[in-house]
């Protein structure tokens, strides 16, 4: 007797596992991506997953930045906001289901997502990853917005909390790839951008 409850609450989990996994669909948000500076009107095209430096060399912006002195150059990129929009649709029977996420497997770093012009999210690591429940805002026809503040203003606001300095400046209150700052071994270049593929 115990072993056919065993069996049949063994083939129970099996199938409601089996059921959940039709349940769940994913759908990868990665086309038609564009992006501008916060105070420029126009818009180019980007590459996601990618990051505003490489945006930008990819569209001949900037000279390829490990040329001669152009990491010197190219410093006004990180002093910039920045933006990247998508535009992607559903079908009736999807815009139907109980729950609908955004999933962020990357964003570098303080930025803030708006969905429909709604503002479902605000990002400050580059390391973790990201959700938002978007039901509330989801249509047939959807507008993916995403602005990229430059870490500089939220980490000088850190820093001025302090009244004391820490070592390694300004870097130690963002959570992103430290090389970015500048190492032994590479150049200056904190980047932004989605970084990680986007569902």
Same mark, same amino acid.
């Given at each position: 007797?115990?072993?056919?409850?065993?069996?049949?609450?063994?083939?129970?989990?099996?199938?409601?596992?089996?059921?959940?996994?039709?349940?769940?669909?994913?759908?990868?948000?990665?086309?038609?991506?564009?992006?501008?500076?916060?105070?420029?009107?126009?818009?180019?095209?980007?590459?996601?997953?990618?990051?505003?430096?490489?945006?930008?060399?990819?569209?001949?912006?900037?000279?390829?930045?490990?040329?001669?002195?152009?990491?010197?150059?190219?410093?006004?990129?990180?002093?910039?906001?920045?933006?990247?929009?998508?535009?992607?649709?559903?079908?009736?029977?999807?815009?139907?289901?109980?729950?609908?996420?955004?999933?962020?497997?990357?964003?570098?770093?303080?930025?803030?997502?708006?969905?429909?012009?709604?503002?479902?999210?605000?990002?400050?690591? !580059?390391?973790?990853?990201?959700?938002? &429940?978007?039901? *509330?805002?989801?249509?047939?026809?959807?507008?993916? =917005?995403? /602005? #990229?503040?430059?870490?500089?203003?939220?980490?000088?606001?850190?820093?001025?909390?302090?009244?004391?300095?820490?070592?390694?400046?300004?870097?130690?209150?963002?959570?992103? !790839?430290?090389?970015?700052?500048?190492? &032994?071994?590479? *150049?200056?270049?904190?980047?932004?951008?989605?970084? =990680?593929? /986007? #569902?």
């Amino acid at each position: 007797m115990k072993y056919r409850l065993l069996i049949l609450l063994l083939l129970l989990i099996l199938s409601c596992e089996r059921q959940s996994k039709h349940l769940v669909s994913k759908k990868l948000i990665h086309e038609g991506w564009q992006f501008k500076k916060t105070t420029d009107s126009i818009w180019y095209p980007a590459t996601v997953p990618g990051s505003v430096h490489t945006d930008l060399y990819g569209n001949k912006l900037i000279p390829h930045p490990f040329v001669k002195d152009n990491e010197l150059q190219l410093q006004w990129i990180s002093e910039t906001g920045w933006e990247y929009q998508t535009r992607f649709s559903v079908d009736e029977k999807t815009l139907q289901k109980s729950n609908h996420m955004l999933s962020f497997d990357g964003l570098d770093t303080y930025a803030s997502v708006y969905v429909n012009d709604s503002l479902v999210l605000s990002a400050n690591n !580059a390391f973790r990853f990201w959700k938002a &429940d978007v039901k *509330p805002f989801i249509k047939l026809e959807n507008h993916i =917005r995403i /602005v #990229f503040e430059p870490t500089s203003i939220s980490e000088e606001a850190e820093k001025d909390k302090l009244d004391y300095e820490l070592p390694e400046g300004l870097r130690i209150f963002s959570r992103k !790839a430290q090389f970015q700052y500048g190492w &032994d071994w590479g *150049p200056t270049f904190i980047t932004s951008g989605i970084w =990680r593929k /986007v #569902f």
